[in-house]
């Protein structure tokens, strides 16, 4: 059964300041995604990385995949209050259709 | 392009009653997804779609009924509906060759 673990699951940080936010799962994968969440609101797309070492930026945020540790980071630098909301990360098994299976989520409160 | 669209967007229903949730999707999309969302939680999958006439079980599918008639279209429907399933209903779809899924906009019941 595929586990995906994030911590830490609250996170309160200063404008200006980096934070790593850090994503674990427990079987092979060859899909996984991050996703912001704003109260209320439905899921956007942020990242979806597919190979080991794969990392992609947009913005302040930044993430990364090590398929071998399997383990996923996204990493916010010189966070805006803006970034406030509610971060998941999903995993999807190797191949096939299934759906994702998502951690509990990571909710981030960024303070001016 | 509307996308993903959800209907209804709020309901409320007396423990007993049935309904169905209706997702349709305008992106010639083969692969359809059903999730719940509950406080605290990342999303779980209920049932997916391969194809028209096609479905599957996901992790939480008790309760739970599902049809794909056509392609563009996925029902979710609660026969006997429970208080446990006051939840956040999201529907998803995407391509058989894609990565992304895209999400609608979510449909909030509540049962009493």
Partial sequence: ELKVEQNPLFLSMQEGKNYTIYCNYSTTSDRLYWYRQDPGKSLESLFVLLSNGAVKQEGRLMASLDTKARLSTLHITAAVHDLSATYFCAVAPRGGADGLTFGKGTHLIIQP | ?112
């Fill in chain 2, 1 to 112: 392009n509307a996308g993903v669209t959800q209907t209804p967007k709020f309901r409320v229903l007396k423990t007993g009653q049935s309904m169905t949730l209706l997702c349709a999707q305008d992106m010639n999309h083969e692969y359809m997804y059903w999730y719940r969302q509950d406080p605290g939680m990342g999303l779980r999958l209920i049932h997916y779609s391969v194809g028209e006439g096609t479905t599957a079980k996901g992790e939480v599918p008790d309760g739970y009924n599902v049809s794909r008639l056509k392609k563009q279209n996925f029902l979710l429907g609660l026969e006997s509906a429970a208080p446990s399933q006051t939840s956040v209903y999201f529907c998803a779809s995407r391509m058989h060759s894609g990565y992304e899924q895209y999400f609608g906009p979510g449909t909030r019941l509540t049962v009493t």
